[in-house]
């Protein structure tokens, strides 16, 4: 069993360049490809063909959920921006909930910026709590550090410097931030949770 990498049907963005999507989405091959890499080398030691030392093994179980998680998260991000930037729908449950927690969809939105200014690489992550029915906005390191367990991700925004590196230096990335949100197609967000 292997992943592959997706194909996303993408326009073109405003103020993210084709050549920066180009070389983001060739890191994201790069973390499917290293997801299989880990997880043959580690099958291989589970039936005995090539076992490992314990601490290597262990080490490689970590691993594994920084690229598995680079992977995953970045599919939801590419996912978001195809079929071109659409607004939040008020009716949606998206817009309802963010609106019983944040006061509106703009508050929101100002919100998920507030926690993009985190210092640091990583994530801004958007999850549905289903036993509060509740979002939660959370900064994810790395990938894998601070995902809460057990809840639908709605969205995500990644915040780490190969994001907006080509187009950007690293003081600007909160214009990247307002690019992500110009590009946006929150009906990708809100069926998310449906």
């Known amino acids: 069993m292997t992943y592959s990498s997706k194909i996303f049907t993408l326009p073109t963005l405003t103020g993210i360049s084709e050549e920066q999507v180009a070389v983001h989405l060739k890191l994201y091959e790069g973390y499917v490809t290293h997801t299989n890499k880990i997880a043959t080398i580690l099958a291989a030691s589970r039936d005995g063909s090539a076992p490992l030392d314990a601490y290597v093994e262990a080490e490689l179980r970590r691993r594994f959920a920084f690229e598995f998680c680079g992977m995953r998260l970045h599919e939801y991000y590419f996912e978001q921006f195809e079929h071109g930037a659409t607004p939040l729908a008020d009716s949606s449950r998206a817009a309802q909930l963010a609106t019983a927690k ?93």
């Open 102 to 194: 944040y006061d509106s969809v703009d508050g929101f939105i100002a919100h998920i910026k507030a926690v993009a200014a985190t210092r640091g690489i990583g994530w801004v992550v958007v999850t549905h709590d289903p036993v509060l029915d509740t979002l939660h906005t959370t900064f994810v390191a790395d990938h894998e550090l601070g995902n809460l367990a057990g809840l639908d991700i709605i969205l995500a925004l990644d915040l780490w410097e190969h994001a907006y590196m080509v187009d950007r230096v690293p003081a600007q990335k909160m214009e990247y931030v307002d690019a992500f949100f110009a590009n946006l197609n929150w009906d990708v967000v809100a069926k998310r949770l449906a």
